[in-house]
Each structure stands twice: as structure tokens, then as C-alpha cells.
């Protein structure tokens, strides 16, 4: 007997463990392991994976597996082993874990359905109606009938009728119609002889495909070339002089671009020196994590590519992982460029159906080359030659949702598994990766110097206080509008950078800079609107706000921000001839707009490009020569421990958009607090300098990579509740975990409240603590009721990235 062990698609803690069922006779050849199948749980029928066959049970009678889903498992074996580790060291149910691995179209589609089982005659009349003649209707048509529930249970004891439950996937292949010769091209010759003479479109048709023996030709292509319709073919098809078939096409959103092939570089001596290593790995076929650290343009990409070539070259495969916002066209076009065809590209601007297509290529191994966003890790390759993670400080490589996994856990885990190199790129790699490297963890490789030996472009940190005793309230600095001016004059280009992630939180002195911090955690105090105090969301330390700054004792004490649209405005207003391009979560909801507006400015139809985030990345335009960051302190004051590794990061980041070719470049730092290390690092390009600065921070105030964290989240939309299960829970986790750990809170989070749900957490900080897991799962099993019945959410996050 070949018993199957699956994980049920019923995501809850009872259900999260293995369950068996019998492979029936005629499936005995077809169940693999990693295979969806469908199977009765309870009166339903649902989804499940196959993770062990085997051949006996503990389970004296087992139902039987009704049908396969998938005649190709979707999960290899080394998935099934990936998706488990996810699962358990991130805290989520497998089938969670399974189900994020997989594109969205593979998630089971659950219908319900109503089957008449008797002679309509038998039903009562509002049923009659209800079924109209026919044997099956969607359960959802009860909804539209003025029809009591009890009416159809009634119905379904008096076996009238039955419920059905059907388990769909949501996958649609795209199918083409193509019409070939029905007959050998001789016999074609002699039919065509016979068709009557009037028929002249026939006539046309059958000659197309005599003229040049073809042998297949798309209908749509037939039918346009010889401007005809289906009717003059219909005949030649009923008579079976041609025939048709369906050919399964992908949906490709590449498929109308030209890429221009380019060929490698030679490399300088550096690229030389950082690629030897990566080349040995691939080719000893030994697991190497490898962080690669490149000053902006220093030629990281060329590395990468030519590391592909090597793979490609040893019949194995490769994943490159780019953060969403720097899938660009132009990142695109540099490796479709290269390896043409044997690139897969997989991110979320993709349709369901066009990621689907993607995915396939690679599990039909297709294509060798995968670039996507953070699920590409999960490219069901089965030879895995390298796995490169481009910009590996890039925050949305962790998933803020379950499962939270760290795509960077994932690319090692798979590394040592198909024994080949990761790599990790950066000019300014997280403190973690950096910390690594430095103990020989990973193979720290450098480039320190930009591509033909440009200068990296000059920074001016402009103080915005000295603006402000200036008479300047404006919120450009006299000095930015000068050059913002000269760069009109000169037909170049100015990209203007402002930061607006989430909210602005905290409370700065307009005249000193003095910002209001937690004097135990060394972050801003978070801005409480409602009751006007400040909080630190850490440690739960409150004061209230202050109208005098303590620092200065000015009055010009308030909360910061100002939203991209505003300096839009007065920006137009200070240069009106300026053609301006906005590009932030507004301008470029529309599908493509992103795009849109990148090409027009690379095309020069505009003079300023002002955006957030998202064009700090990857950019590249040679006619940019300045580059103008508006409050660099919006970003330094997050709530976040690791605010000012943030702006490093992205104050090196956006100077590196400027000045990349011919022309050289220039940066503008706008800030109240120009002298903060971060500030002043970046705009010395010192890497290794505010690396030990941090580090020093860190480890004073106990954070990563010193110490790990991790964040319990509690919501509920009743207040009280809400406080007083977090306080419990961080009484529980106080009694479980070890004295040397931290823990601390409850407090509210500094996004107190969300769509009407009141938000509390605690904070645990430990260097060792085994048990942190278990105790973690005991947790979440205690409010599991709770969780189910009174709307409370729990969520672990044992790596947290975002602290809001
Ligand atoms: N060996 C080489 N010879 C000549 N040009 C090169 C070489 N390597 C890279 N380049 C070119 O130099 C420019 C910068 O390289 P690249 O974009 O790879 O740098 P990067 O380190 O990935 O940059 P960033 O981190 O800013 O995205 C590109 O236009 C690239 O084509
Ligand atoms: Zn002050
Ligand atoms: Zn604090």
C-alpha cells in the first residue's frame, strides 16, 4: 500500500502537522512528492502538498487521495526541505511557507456547489426556481434568492440535493490556435486542384502553404497576411485538407523588445582580484558566501554577469535577486542583453498569468538565468550554480508578512545545499553582513574605485538652521537653488531627493536641531498627536511635548515633514520654467508609470526628476550632474535603531546617481543636523569609518548585530485589551525566558493605530536564548483562541526590519 503524508491547506496550529491518506491504485505512478493533490478533510474536499510517501500508517483507516493537481511536482524535494525550515525557524504554518514559494495562481481555489440529486418535479417551487433546469449551480446564487437557509437544509436531509465542494486552481494557460497541413504536401497539391475555381480565398490559403511547404503558421498570422477570415478557412479544415492546433504560448511581457546583445568587458584589475575567488567557487563547486563591497559604478554588475557566464558555461543555473524598486528596464536590459532567452524575470508588476509563465520557464528549465525580486529565491532550479543578491542591505528582502522569512537566510540555506557561491553586493553592505565578513564569515571582496577612474561627485552639506537665521524659510537652501538654476542654464539635468517613508514621527527644533530622543535608547521619541506627549516605543520611557526647545530655548520646537507634492509646488513656483517630473506612490500607481516616467527623463523631456525611495536605485542617466537630498533628518529620526545606518546607506546611494559618466557630479545635503556622523561619513564616502562608528552604538545600546531582537506585535481594535494581553504576554515571555535576556514593554507601537486596530508590542533583546522558539510557539498556542474567535492578532517577527 503507498500511503501519502501531507500538509492540508487549512492554515491553523491543529491542523499543522502531517496527515495520511492512501495513494489509490490508478495514482500509484503518478503521486510525487512536492505534488499538489486533492483530498476529503472533514465534508470538504481541499488542497494539500505531498511531502513523504511511504508505506505503512499509524492510522487505521485512511481515506483516499481523490486526484492530482499537478502532473509535475511544483516543489522539488530540496523546496519541501526549504519550505519546512522556513516554517519552523520563522514561526508560520508549512502550508504558508509552501504556499509563498509558489506563484499566487497556484493557491487553491475553493467553490461551492449545489447538486440537484432528484427529479425537478420534487422540489418545492422556490427551489424549483432556485435551479432553473439545470442539475448544478454555484452555492453563491443562494445569496441572490429570497431563499431561508433552512429551506435548503431541509432540502439536503430529505436527500433533494447535496452540497458539493470543488477545489480549483486559479492557473490559465495561454493558448494559441495554429493551423498545419492535414494531409502530405503531394495529396495537399492534388485537393487543391479540386477546389472550385470561385473559391478563391481557399484557393489563396492552400497555396500559401504550398508556395514555401510550410508547415505551421499562427491562424492570427494566416488570416492577416492573406486578409481573409475564418469562414474561407472553415471549409478547408471540415474537408481535413488543413488542421488546427493549439499551442500553449507564454504569456512573455518581454516579447516585443529588442535587447542589444552585448558582449563581457575586460576586466580591470580589481574586477580581476574580486572575481577569481567567485570563479573558484563555481567551478570546486564548494559553498562560499561571498559579500562583494563596490563604491557606486565601480562595476559590481560585470562581476555579476561574467560570474553567470561561468555557471551558464558549467551547465548549472542562476538566481540574481535585485530589490523591487531597482527592476528597472535598464537592469532588465543588462542581462536579457547578455544571455538573451535564458533569462526568466519575475516582479511584481508581472501579472498573475505572466509571473506564472515565468515560473515555468524556469521549472521546465527552460531558461538558466532568473532575475526577480525577494520570491525569486525560490526559483525551482534544480542545479544551482550561483545565487547572487544585489544591493544585500535592501530592507524588502525581508518579507514583512507571513512568513517572515530573510531572502538572504534562504540564498544560504540553498547555497550550501547545491554547494555553490552566494554573493552579496553593496556599496554600503548592512552592519550585519559587513560585521561578518570582517570575522571571515563571509569572503569579503573590494572595489574601491569607479569605472574609468571617475571621482566620486563632490558633497556640500548645507545647515538648514544657518538658512533659517539667514531669512531663508523657503525649503531649498540658497545654495541648492543656485546650482539647481545653473544646471537649467546648461540644458543638464538635477535629481531632488525627498524622504518620506511611512510617517514623520518626531519632534525637532527648527533653530538648533535638537530632536527629542529616549535618553535610555538612543532613538527619537515618537510624536503622540492625540494626548501631544512624546513616546519611545521601546522602552515605553513618556514625557510630554515641550514648547520651549531644551537645547535652545527657541519656540520653533515641532514635528517634521513635508510631503512631495508640496515641494512639487514650490518648486515650480521658485523655477517656473523647470520641467518637473514627480515620481512617488501617487504618480506612479498606474501600471508602467514608472516606467513611463523614467524614460522621459532619460529621454531629457524634463529638467527635474523629485522622488522618494524609489529613485535612489540603480539609476543611471549621464546627463545627471546634480543630485539634491531635501531633509536628509526626516530619514536619520525614524524610530528605528538602525536609522542612521539607513541614511548612510542611502545618502551614498543617491550621490551615486549623479556624475556616473562624462560630466562630473555634484551633491546637495540639506539638514538640521549636518555634523551627525552619518551625514558627514556619507558625504566623505567613509565607509569603514561609520562601520566602527555604528558599531560602537550598537554595541553600547545592545542592538544587532551585538545582540538579536525580536518583535512581538499585538492588535486588537479595543484598547484596553489590547494593552492588557500584550502586558500579560510580557509577563509570560519575563517568567519563560532566560534573566539575561531583555525584554521590553509592552508600549504602543509608533503606528499606535491602523484602520481602527489599536497596536501594542514588546521588544526581546538576547545574545543566547535556545528556548526563544519554543516559548514563542507556547505563546502563540495560549491566544490561539483568542487569534480564532475574538479578532486579537499575534505576530513574531524574529528578525525585525521594520520597527513602525
Ligand atoms: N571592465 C569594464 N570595462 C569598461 N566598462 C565597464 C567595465 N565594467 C563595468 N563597466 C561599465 O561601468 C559602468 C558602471 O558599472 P556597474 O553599473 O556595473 O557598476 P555597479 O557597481 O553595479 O554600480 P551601482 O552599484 O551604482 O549600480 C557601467 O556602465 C558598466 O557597463
Ligand atoms: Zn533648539
Ligand atoms: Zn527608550
Same mark, same amino acid.
Given at each position: 500500500?503507498?500511503?501519502?503524508?501531507?500538509?492540508?491547506?487549512?492554515?491553523?496550529?491543529?491542523?499543522?502537522?502531517?496527515?495520511?491518506?492512501?495513494?489509490?491504485?490508478?495514482?500509484?505512478?503518478?503521486?510525487?512528492?512536492?505534488?499538489?493533490?486533492?483530498?476529503?478533510?472533514?465534508?470538504?474536499?481541499?488542497?494539500?502538498?505531498?511531502?513523504?510517501?511511504?508505506?505503512?500508517?499509524?492510522?487505521?483507516?485512511?481515506?483516499?487521495?481523490?486526484?492530482?493537481?499537478?502532473?509535475?511536482?511544483?516543489?522539488?524535494?530540496?523546496?519541501?526541505?526549504?519550505?519546512?525550515?522556513?516554517?519552523?525557524?520563522?514561526?508560520?504554518?508549512?502550508?504558508?511557507?509552501?504556499?509563498?514559494?509558489?506563484?499566487?495562481?497556484?493557491?487553491?481555489?475553493?467553490?461551492?456547489?449545489?447538486?440537484?440529486?432528484?427529479?425537478?418535479?420534487?422540489?418545492?417551487?422556490?427551489?424549483?426556481?432556485?435551479?432553473?433546469?439545470?442539475?448544478?449551480?454555484?452555492?453563491?446564487?443562494?445569496?441572490?434568492?429570497?431563499?431561508?437557509?433552512?429551506?435548503?437544509?431541509?432540502?439536503?436531509?430529505?436527500?433533494?440535493?447535496?452540497?458539493?465542494?470543488?477545489?480549483?486552481?486559479?492557473?490559465?494557460?495561454?493558448?494559441?490556435?495554429?493551423?498545419?497541413?492535414?494531409?502530405?504536401?503531394?495529396?495537399?497539391?492534388?485537393?487543391?486542384?479540386?477546389?472550385?475555381?470561385?473559391?478563391?480565398?481557399?484557393?489563396?490559403?492552400?497555396?500559401?502553404?504550398?508556395?514555401?511547404?510550410?508547415?505551421? /503558421?499562427?491562424?492570427?498570422?494566416?488570416?492577416?497576411?492573406?486578409?481573409?477570415?475564418?469562414?474561407?478557412?472553415?471549409?478547408?479544415?471540415?474537408?481535413?485538407?488543413?488542421?488546427?492546433?493549439?499551442?500553449?504560448?507564454?504569456?512573455?511581457?518581454?516579447?516585443?523588445?529588442?535587447?542589444?546583445?552585448?558582449?563581457?568587458?575586460?576586466?580591470?584589475?580589481?574586477?580581476?582580484?574580486?572575481?577569481?575567488?567567485?570563479?573558484?567557487?563555481?567551478?570546486?563547486?564548494?559553498?562560499?558566501?561571498?559579500?562583494?563591497?563596490?563604491?557606486?559604478?565601480?562595476?559590481?554588475?560585470?562581476?555579476?554577469?561574467?560570474?553567470?557566464?561561468?555557471?551558464?558555461?558549467?551547465?548549472?543555473?542562476?538566481?540574481?535577486?535585485?530589490?523591487?524598486?531597482?527592476?528597472?528596464?535598464?537592469?532588465?536590459?543588462?542581462?536579457?542583453?547578455?544571455?538573451?532567452?535564458?533569462?526568466?524575470?519575475?516582479?511584481?508588476?508581472?501579472?498573475?498569468?505572466?509571473?506564472?509563465?515565468?515560473?515555468?520557464?524556469?521549472?521546465?528549465?527552460?531558461?538558466?538565468?532568473?532575475?526577480?525580486?525577494?520570491?525569486?529565491?525560490?526559483?525551482?532550479?534544480?542545479?544551482?550554480?550561483?545565487?547572487?543578491?544585489?544591493?544585500?542591505?535592501?530592507?524588502?528582502?525581508?518579507?514583512?508578512?507571513?512568513?517572515?522569512?530573510?531572502?538572504?537566510?534562504?540564498?544560504?540555506?540553498?547555497?550550501?545545499?547545491?554547494?555553490?557561491?552566494?554573493?552579496?553586493?553593496?556599496?554600503?553592505?548592512?552592519?550585519?553582513?559587513?560585521?561578518?565578513?570582517?570575522?571571515?564569515?563571509?569572503?569579503?571582496?573590494?572595489?574601491?574605485?569607479?569605472?574609468?577612474?571617475?571621482?566620486?561627485?563632490?558633497?556640500?552639506?548645507?545647515?538648514?538652521?544657518?538658512?533659517?537665521?539667514?531669512?531663508?524659510?523657503?525649503?531649498?537652501?540658497?545654495?541648492?537653488?543656485?546650482?539647481?538654476?545653473?544646471?537649467?542654464?546648461?540644458?543638464?539635468?538635477?535629481?531632488?531627493?525627498?524622504?518620506?517613508?511611512?510617517?514623520?514621527?518626531?519632534?525637532?527644533?527648527?533653530?538648533?536641531?535638537?530632536?527629542?530622543?529616549?535618553?535610555?535608547?538612543?532613538?527619537?521619541?515618537?510624536?503622540?498627536?492625540?494626548?501631544?506627549?512624546?513616546?519611545?516605543?521601546?522602552?515605553?520611557?513618556?514625557?510630554?511635548?515641550?514648547?520651549?526647545?531644551?537645547?535652545?530655548?527657541?519656540?520653533?520646537?515641532?514635528?517634521?515633514?513635508?510631503?512631495?507634492?508640496?515641494?512639487?509646488?514650490?518648486?515650480?513656483?521658485?523655477?517656473?520654467?523647470?520641467?518637473?517630473?514627480?515620481?512617488?506612490?501617487?504618480?506612479?500607481?498606474?501600471?508602467?508609470?514608472?516606467?513611463?516616467?523614467?524614460?522621459?527623463?532619460?529621454?531629457?523631456?524634463?529638467?527635474?526628476?523629485?522622488?522618494?525611495?524609489?529613485?535612489?536605485?540603480?539609476?543611471?542617466?549621464?546627463?545627471?550632474?546634480?543630485?539634491?537630498?531635501?531633509?536628509?533628518?526626516?530619514?536619520?529620526?525614524?524610530?528605528?535603531?538602525?536609522?542612521?545606518?539607513?541614511?548612510?546607506?542611502?545618502?551614498?546611494?543617491?550621490?551615486?546617481?549623479?556624475?556616473?559618466?562624462?560630466?562630473?557630479?555634484?551633491?546637495? /545635503?540639506?539638514?538640521?543636523?549636518?555634523?551627525?556622523?552619518?551625514?558627514?561619513?556619507?558625504?566623505?564616502?567613509?565607509?569603514?569609518?561609520?562601520?566602527?562608528?555604528?558599531?560602537?552604538?550598537?554595541?553600547?545600546?545592545?542592538?544587532?548585530?551585538?545582540?538579536?531582537?525580536?518583535?512581538?506585535?499585538?492588535?486588537?481594535?479595543?484598547?484596553?485589551?489590547?494593552?492588557?494581553?500584550?502586558?500579560?504576554?510580557?509577563?509570560?515571555?519575563?517568567?519563560?525566558?532566560?534573566?539575561?535576556?531583555?525584554?521590553?514593554?509592552?508600549?504602543?507601537?509608533?503606528?499606535?493605530?491602523?484602520?481602527?486596530?489599536?497596536?501594542?508590542?514588546?521588544?526581546?533583546?538576547?545574545?543566547?536564548?535556545?528556548?526563544?522558539?519554543?516559548?514563542?510557539?507556547?505563546?502563540?498556542?495560549?491566544?490561539?483562541?483568542?487569534?480564532?474567535?475574538?479578532?486579537?492578532?499575534?505576530?513574531?517577527?524574529?528578525?525585525?526590519?521594520?520597527?513602525?
Amino acid at each position: 500500500m503507498k500511503i501519502a503524508r501531507i500538509i492540508v491547506d487549512v492554515p491553523s496550529s491543529q491542523t499543522n502537522r502531517l496527515f495520511d491518506y492512501k495513494v489509490p491504485e490508478r495514482l500509484e505512478d503518478v503521486v510525487q512528492i512536492g505534488m499538489r493533490v486533492i483530498i476529503p478533510f472533514g465534508p470538504r474536499k481541499i488542497m494539500g502538498f505531498v511531502l513523504e510517501l511511504t508505506s505503512d500508517s499509524n492510522v487505521d483507516k485512511l481515506k483516499n487521495i481523490q486526484d492530482v493537481m499537478d502532473l509535475t511536482p511544483v516543489l522539488t524535494p530540496e523546496l519541501v526541505e526549504v519550505g519546512k525550515w522556513i516554517a519552523e525557524t520563522t514561526l508560520c504554518f508549512y502550508v504558508s511557507a509552501f504556499q509563498a514559494m509558489l506563484p499566487q495562481v497556484l493557491k487553491a481555489k475553493y467553490e461551492k456547489e449545489l447538486w440537484l440529486l432528484a427529479e425537478p418535479e420534487e422540489l418545492t417551487p422556490s427551489l424549483e426556481q432556485l435551479f432553473g433546469g439545470r442539475g448544478v449551480i454555484p452555492y453563491e446564487e443562494l445569496k441572490e434568492h429570497n431563499l431561508s437557509y433552512s429551506a435548503i437544509q431541509k432540502g439536503i436531509q430529505e436527500g433533494l440535493m447535496e452540497v458539493h465542494y470543488n477545489v480549483n486552481s486559479k492557473e490559465t494557460k495561454k493558448k494559441e490556435t495554429y493551423i498545419t497541413p492535414g494531409v502530405p504536401i503531394e495529396q495537399l497539391e492534388e485537393m487543391y486542384v479540386d477546389i472550385p475555381s470561385q473559391a478563391k480565398k481557399q484557393k489563396q490559403i492552400i497555396s500559401y502553404f504550398l508556395e514555401k511547404e510550410r508547415e505551421e /503558421v499562427r491562424q492570427k498570422d494566416l488570416l492577416g497576411t492573406l486578409a481573409t477570415t475564418r469562414a474561407s478557412l472553415k471549409p478547408l479544415l471540415d474537408k481535413g485538407l488543413l488542421k488546427e492546433v493549439h499551442k500553449e504560448v507564454y504569456r512573455d511581457p518581454y516579447q516585443n523588445r529588442e535587447y542589444e546583445p552585448t558582449t563581457p568587458f575586460a576586466l580591470t584589475d580589481e574586477q580581476s582580484a574580486a572575481i577569481s575567488p567567485i570563479h573558484k567557487s563555481i567551478s570546486t563547486k564548494q559553498h562560499e558566501p561571498f559579500l562583494l563591497h563596490g563604491v557606486t559604478g565601480s562595476g559590481k554588475t560585470e562581476i555579476y554577469l561574467q560570474s553567470i557566464q561561468h555557471v551558464l558555461n558549467n551547465g548549472r543555473e542562476a538566481i540574481v535577486l535585485v530589490p523591487e524598486i531597482a527592476l528597472t528596464p535598464q537592469m532588465v536590459e543588462r542581462f536579457k542583453g547578455r544571455f538573451g532567452s535564458r533569462v526568466a524575470v519575475l516582479h511584481s508588476a508581472l501579472s498573475a498569468g505572466e509571473k506564472y509563465d515565468e515560473w515555468r520557464k524556469v521549472q521546465r528549465k527552460e531558461v538558466q538565468v532568473v532575475v526577480g525580486a525577494r520570491s525569486a529565491i525560490f526559483a525551482p532550479f534544480e542545479n544551482i550554480g550561483i545565487i547572487i543578491i544585489d544591493e544585500e542591505h535592501e530592507s524588502s528582502y525581508k518579507q514583512e508578512d507571513y512568513p517572515r522569512y530573510h531572502a538572504r537566510d534562504v540564498a544560504i540555506r540553498r547555497g550550501e545545499y547545491h554547494q555553490c557561491p552566494i554573493v552579496l553586493g553593496s556599496a554600503t553592505p548592512t552592519l550585519e553582513s559587513f560585521a561578518r565578513a570582517k570575522k571571515g564569515v563571509y569572503t569579503l571582496l573590494s572595489l574601491h574605485k569607479r569605472m574609468n577612474e571617475a571621482s566620486m561627485p563632490e558633497v556640500e552639506r548645507v545647515d538648514m538652521r544657518e538658512e533659517l537665521h539667514a531669512g531663508n524659510r523657503s525649503m531649498f537652501s540658497r545654495s541648492l537653488y543656485d546650482k539647481m538654476q545653473e544646471r537649467l542654464q546648461k540644458g543638464e539635468q538635477t535629481v531632488l531627493f525627498l524622504n518620506r517613508r511611512g510617517y514623520s514621527t518626531f519632534v525637532m527644533c527648527r533653530d538648533c536641531g535638537h530632536v527629542m530622543e529616549c535618553p535610555h535608547c538612543d532613538i527619537a521619541l515618537t510624536y503622540h498627536r492625540r494626548n501631544e506627549r512624546l513616546k519611545c516605543h521601546y522602552c515605553s520611557y513618556e514625557e510630554g511635548m515641550p514648547d520651549k526647545c531644551p537645547s535652545c530655548e527657541s519656540d520653533s520646537i515641532r514635528f517634521f515633514g513635508t510631503g512631495t507634492q508640496k515641494v512639487e509646488e514650490s518648486l515650480q513656483h521658485m523655477l517656473p520654467e523647470a520641467r518637473i517630473i514627480r515620481m512617488d506612490v501617487d504618480t506612479t500607481r498606474r501600471k508602467g508609470a514608472h516606467e513611463r516616467l523614467l524614460t522621459k527623463f532619460g529621454n531629457q523631456e524634463a529638467d527635474i526628476l523629485l522622488g522618494t525611495q524609489m529613485i535612489a536605485k540603480g539609476l543611471d542617466f549621464p546627463n545627471v550632474t546634480l543630485v539634491g537630498v531635501l531633509a536628509a533628518d526626516s530619514l536619520l529620526h525614524l524610530p528605528d535603531f538602525r536609522s542612521s545606518e539607513k541614511t548612510f546607506q542611502l545618502l551614498t546611494q543617491v550621490s551615486g546617481r549623479a556624475g556616473r559618466h562624462k560630466l562630473p557630479g555634484e551633491v546637495v /545635503v540639506q539638514s538640521y543636523t549636518p555634523e551627525h556622523y552619518s551625514i558627514d561619513l556619507a558625504s566623505q564616502y567613509d565607509y569603514e569609518s561609520f562601520f566602527q562608528k555604528e558599531m560602537n552604538m550598537r554595541k553600547m545600546f545592545q542592538y544587532p548585530p551585538y545582540y538579536f531582537l525580536t518583535l512581538l506585535t499585538v492588535s486588537h481594535p479595543n484598547h484596553l485589551y489590547t494593552m492588557d494581553v500584550t502586558q500579560k504576554m510580557s509577563q509570560f515571555l519575563r517568567e519563560q525566558l532566560s534573566e539575561r535576556s531583555v525584554i521590553l514593554g509592552p508600549t504602543p507601537s509608533p503606528l499606535t493605530r491602523i484602520k481602527d486596530r489599536y497596536r501594542y508590542q514588546v521588544m526581546i533583546k538576547y545574545r543566547n536564548e535556545p528556548m526563544l522558539i519554543k516559548v514563542m510557539n507556547r505563546l502563540f498556542q495560549l491566544y490561539e483562541d483568542d487569534v480564532q474567535n475574538k479578532d486579537l492578532q499575534v505576530t513574531i517577527d524574529f528578525q525585525p526590519y521594520q520597527m513602525m
